[in-house]
């Protein structure tokens, strides 16, 4: 009995409960010409001729109000150095969000990605889903927004977990079986390029963390290289304001520039800058500051604002900076609005404004069409 028992056990650790490890990367077994790239802090060119790219991300719900009040004035007129609009990526929560306004938001060139269904608060909600619920999750929110912001699932390639949390090798699982190319989920000390998940990460996996560890070939994850202040390390801006609300205007915007200056006077690997709206309500002139500093960045000559989905494209094909194009994808996309009063699973009403007709009831979990 003692022998069948840890036989069974030992038939579980090797075979039933996770796959095989990763074996560690070489660069000459892993070609970026079959969409494979070692994890690393080296820059795929010179560094002194690369662009520095900057992504502008956000996860909140798309509302008008949120969009009309403060994202389109910090974005709609800014310019890259080759005199094209900027980039930015939106990765879009379900509840709350007005799918109108994001076909908006895609048709002005940012790149729509996901975020989830229920935005659940909770980590150990994501830290230890399965499969199936992360397909439902991701997979759901990448339909209900294609479906309700009439947007092409194929421009929808990326996503940003809540809080950051991966559930190891079942994230990128869900995320490989719904038809996703990237991840953004996993915050980084060291300045890592973005890549892909064919062989063993080295990136570090903090306390807590639940890290993939096996073969995803050509997933690509995109580190969120730590912002760092006095005293913390952040994967957000506004969660490097904690213990500071007591900044001037010059001294935020010093701050951010100096964030990305950090990268582009090492070896320029991206930066993403998370930004989110409460960190205006709670933290004095962070919006001051915050614009003060797009305005220092966007006049330097080797800095580009561009979307996620496009710093990934640019590892695939790295030209030096004088090559560089910001490239945005201006999906051919049409709206017939509709606003659709709306019942979600535990009764409470939801309005969502939809550019197709009105579901049966709100698209939730395992129903993303709301039949
Ligand atoms: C996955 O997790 C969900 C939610 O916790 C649970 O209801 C479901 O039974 C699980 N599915 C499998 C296949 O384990
Ligand atoms: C700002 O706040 C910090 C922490 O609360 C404090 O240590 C510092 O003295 C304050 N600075 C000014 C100029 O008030």
Same mark, same amino acid.
Request: contains cysteine.
């Given at each position: 009995m003692?022998f069948?028992?840890?036989?069974v056990?030992?038939?579980c650790?090797?075979?039933c409960?996770?796959?095989?490890?990763?074996?560690q990367?070489e660069?000459? &077994?892993? *070609?970026i010409?079959?969409?494979?790239?070692c994890?690393?802090t080296?820059?795929?060119?010179?560094?002194?001729?690369?662009?520095?790219?900057?992504?502008l991300?956000?996860?909140?719900?798309v509302?008008? $109000?949120?969009?009309?009040?403060?994202?389109?004035?910090?974005?709609?007129?800014r310019?890259?150095p080759?005199?094209?609009?900027?980039?930015?990526?939106?990765?879009? /929560?379900?509840?709350?969000?007005d799918?109108?306004?994001?076909?908006?938001?895609?048709s002005?060139?940012? $790149?729509?990605?996901?975020?989830? !269904?229920?935005?659940?608060?909770?980590q150990?909600?994501?830290?230890?889903?399965?499969?199936?619920?992360?397909?439902?999750?991701?997979?759901?929110q990448?339909?209900?927004?294609s479906?309700f912001a009439?947007?092409?699932?194929?421009y929808?390639?990326?996503?940003?977990?809540?809080?950051f949390? *991966?559930?190891?090798?079942?994230s !990128? %699982?869900?995320?490989?079986?719904?038809?996703?190319?990237?991840?953004?989920?996993?915050?980084t &000390?060291? /300045?890592?390029?973005?890549?892909?998940?064919?062989?063993a990460?080295?990136?570090?996996?903090?306390?807590g963390?639940?890290?993939?560890?096996?073969?995803?070939p050509?997933?690509?994850?995109?580190?969120?290289?730590d912002?760092?202040?006095?005293?913390?390390?952040?994967?957000?801006?506004?969660?490097?304001?904690?213990?500071?609300?007591?900044?001037?205007?010059?001294?935020?915007?010093d701050?951010?520039?100096?964030?990305?200056?950090?990268?582009?006077?090492?070896n320029r690997?991206?930066?993403? #800058? !998370?930004?989110e709206?409460?960190?205006?309500?709670n933290?004095?002139n962070?919006?001051?500051? #915050?614009?003060?500093?797009?305005?220092?960045?966007?006049a330097? /000559?080797?800095?580009?604002?561009?979307?996620?989905?496009?710093v990934?494209e640019? #590892?695939k094909?790295?030209?030096?900076l004088?090559?560089?194009?910001?490239?945005?994808?201006?999906?051919?996309?049409?709206?017939?609005?509709?606003?659709c009063?709306?019942? &979600?699973?535990?009764g409470?009403?939801?309005?969502?404004n939809?550019c197709?007709?009105?579901? %049966?009831?709100?698209?939730?979990?395992?129903?993303?069409?709301?039949?």
């Open positions: 003692k069948s028992t840890s036989f056990l030992l038939c650790i090797f075979a409960s996770h796959g095989e490890d990763a074996e990367c660069e000459d &077994k892993c *070609l010409d079959s969409n494979c790239r994890s690393s080296n820059n795929p060119i010179d560094a002194s001729t690369a662009p520095q790219l900057v992504v991300a956000f996860v909140e719900a509302t008008t $109000e949120l969009y009309e009040n403060r994202w389109s004035e910090l974005l709609e007129s310019k890259n080759d005199g094209s609009y900027i980039g930015a990526t939106f990765y879009v /929560p379900h509840e709350y969000t799918y109108q306004k994001v076909q908006d938001i895609a002005i060139g940012f $790149e729509v990605a996901v975020h989830s !269904i229920s935005n659940d608060a909770h150990d909600y994501w830290r230890d889903a399965n499969v199936t619920l992360l397909e439902q999750e991701f997979g759901g990448r339909k209900i927004i479906k009439n947007i092409d699932e194929k929808i390639t990326g996503v940003m977990t809540p809080q949390q *991966l559930a190891g090798d079942n !990128i %699982k869900a995320f490989v079986q719904q038809g996703f190319a990237y991840d953004s989920s996993w915050p &000390k060291s /300045p890592y390029f973005p890549y892909t998940f064919d062989y990460s080295t990136q570090s996996c903090d306390v963390n639940s890290c993939p560890k096996e073969s995803h050509g997933f690509w994850e995109a580190p969120i290289i912002l760092v202040s006095e005293d913390d390390v952040c994967a957000t801006i506004a969660a490097c304001f904690r213990q500071r609300n007591n900044q001037t205007k010059e001294e935020i915007s701050w951010l520039v100096q964030q990305v200056d950090t990268q582009r006077q090492a690997a991206p930066v993403i #800058l !998370i930004i709206s409460t960190w205006f309500d933290v004095e962070s919006w001051d500051g #915050l614009v003060d500093a797009l305005d220092k960045l966007e330097l /000559p080797d800095v580009y604002f561009v979307t996620q989905a496009r990934i640019w #590892l094909n790295p030209v030096p004088s090559e560089f194009e910001t490239g945005l994808i201006e999906p051919a996309l049409g709206c017939s609005p509709f606003t009063k709306l019942s &979600k699973p535990d409470t009403i939801r309005y969502m939809s197709v007709q009105c579901p %049966k009831s709100y698209p939730w979990l395992g129903n993303p069409e709301g039949n």
